[in-house]
Every structure is written in structure tokens, then in C-alpha cells.
């Protein structure tokens, strides 16, 4: 059984930090292009950012680019996303994922990804 496991939102002021893990079981995701999207209530799952099997590329939405980072501990089996300056348009439930495909097909795209997290909420207050 392959399980993601989100940690770590909450309830932050405007401003403030917030840094999320997500755990991975039941198989070695060293190879998988993992990432994270996002769900705002009324709006449809959005692209956050994503990292390749060797944490040597990264992408990033143009609306978290240089507040946010996405990182992965491979001997952990444990994704990150530090997220800096958090605004309260980035209150959303945030979804941990992982790909099979390589980062050339993993891309944007929900349906680009086999697995997903349960969810944490990231609530940011003004």
C-alpha cells in the first residue's frame, strides 16, 4: 500500500512561515517525481512546485517563486516545501504527490501524478 502523508500547515499570520514534510511509504520513491499542489475552497487543485528524483531540478508556480522551497531528504523517503512570506491568497489544503514518470512527463498537470496525500490545511490570516 503506498501512502503520502502530509505534516506541518496550520494557522499562520501574513508574513510568517510554515514548513511542510510529506512521508512516503510502501514503496522506495527515489526515482519519482514528487511535488506539490494546492486547493482553495471554490477553486480547482493548482500547481505548486515539483522536484525531480535527485533534488537537482526544481519548478515552481509563478505565484509562490521565490517565497517558496521544495526539497527531499531521499534516505528519508520524505518531501518538503518551506514556505516563506506567506500571503493569505495561499490559505489552501495543501496536497503532497508523486509520479511514476520521469521529470520530462511529470509535469503541471494533476493528471500527471499516481499518488496523493490525504491533505494539510495551510490557513494564513491578514
Known amino acids: 500500500q503506498v501512502q503520502l502523508v502530509e505534516s506541518g500547515g496550520g494557522l499562520v499570520q501574513a508574513g510568517g512561515s510554515l514548513r511542510l514534510s510529506c512521508a512516503a511509504s510502501?514503496?522506495?520513491?527515489?526515482?519519482?517525481?514528487m511535488g506539490w499542489f494546492r486547493q482553495a475552497p471554490g477553486n480547482a487543485r493548482e500547481f505548486v512546485a515539483r522536484?525531480?528524483?535527485?533534488?537537482?531540478?526544481?519548478e515552481y508556480a509563478d505565484a509562490v517563486k521565490g517565497r517558496f522551497t521544495i526539497s527531499r531528504d531521499t534516505a528519508k523517503n520524505t518531501l518538503y516545501l518551506q514556505m516563506n512570506s506567506l500571503k493569505p491568497e495561499d490559505t489552501a489544503v495543501y496536497y503532497c504527490?508523486?509520479?511514476?514518470?520521469?521529470?520530462?512527463?511529470?509535469?503541471?498537470?494533476?493528471?500527471?501524478?499516481?499518488?496523493w496525500g490525504q491533505g494539510t490545511q495551510v490557513t494564513v490570516s491578514s
Open positions: 504527490v508523486a509520479a511514476r514518470s520521469g521529470w520530462a512527463v511529470a509535469g503541471q498537470s494533476t493528471n500527471d501524478y499516481n499518488y
Open positions: 510502501g514503496r522506495t520513491f527515489t526515482t519519482y517525481t
Open positions: 522536484i525531480n528524483w535527485s533534488g537537482s531540478s526544481t
